[in-house]
């Protein structure tokens, strides 16, 4: 019903920037919180960001001041832009959307995830 694909990642040097942008497309009454995690190999996934529907953010520890997550109701995206990165913000970067199915009243809420995108912050 829904997919998510996320673009973007790379590799990049210490410092350096990277914005990752996720396009939700298919069948669905909208999107409501959207957000970004990360994972790296032996550990689990965490929230990078997250943005609801009207624009209230929020972000995990180790990215404030850094990261800062947008996203785009007109085009069904949200965006990761990533500034002085760290090798420790190596990771796959997955895109994750809640849905609302329908826009009747009790709709079901789904939610979905892309299938990541590779950064790596290396010198």
């Known amino acids: 019903q829904v997919q998510l694909v996320e673009s973007g990642g790379g590799l990049v040097q210490p410092g350096g920037s990277l914005r990752l942008s996720c396009a939700a497309s298919?069948?669905?009454?909208?999107?409501?919180?959207m957000g970004w995690y990360r994972q790296t190999p032996g550990k689990e996934r965490e929230l990078v960001a997250a943005i609801t529907s009207d624009g209230s953010t929020n972000y995990a520890d180790s990215v404030k001041d850094r990261f800062t997550i947008s996203r785009d109701n007109a085009k069904n995206m949200v965006y990761l832009q990533m500034n002085s990165l760290k090798p420790e913000d190596t990771a796959v970067y997955y895109c994750?959307?809640?849905?609302?199915?329908?826009?009747?009243?009790?709709?079901?809420?789904?939610?979905?995830w892309g299938q990541g995108t590779q950064v790596a912050v290396s010198s």
């Open positions: 994750n959307a809640e849905v609302t199915a329908s826009r009747f009243r009790g709709a079901r809420t789904y939610l979905y």
């Open positions: 298919g069948s669905f009454f909208s999107l409501n919180t």
